[in-house]
Nanobody, 123 residues
Framework: QVQLVESGGGLVQAGGSLRLSCVAS????????MGWFRQAPGKEREFVAA????????NYADSVKGRFTISRVNAKNTVYLQMNSLKLEDTAVYYC????????????????WGQGTQVTVSS
């Protein structure tokens, strides 16, 4: 079983950038498809981005396309979410998640989850 720990959240002004990290332990990250999800106050958790085990395939929610980039370094057991041009509506708790074998945006398909990291975008 893999354990996931997110970091890199914080307070940032609108238009700014943050990079989130998710470090895996227990099993090699290379075994898993990785996803990022987020949950804003009073809303359901939603898909943000996902990346295949090799990094060769990615998928993004329409709301973040062109602003967010998911990447991974399997040798470091780490997946990243680079967030640029942040908007107020990006404020949420961001979670990383792991699954096999293929990319999906459906959160029920991800059995392993981190505890989340808070991202707050201010005006």
């Amino acid at each position: 079983q893999v354990q996931l720990v997110e970091s890199g959240g914080g307070l940032v002004q609108a238009g700014g950038s943050l990079r989130l990290s998710c470090v895996a332990s227990g099993r090699p990250l290379s075994s898993y498809v990785m996803g990022w999800f987020r949950q804003a106050p009073g809303k359901e958790r939603e898909f943000v981005a996902a990346i295949s085990w090799s990094g060769g395939s990615t998928n993004y929610a329409d709301s973040v396309k062109g602003r967010f980039t998911i990447s991974r370094v399997n040798a470091k057991n780490t997946v990243y979410l680079q967030m640029n041009s942040l908007k107020l509506e990006d404020t949420a708790v961001y979670y990383c998640a792991a699954r096999t074998p293929s990319i999906t945006s459906t959160q029920r398909g991800y059995p392993y989850w981190g505890q989340g990291t808070q991202v707050t975008v201010s005006s």
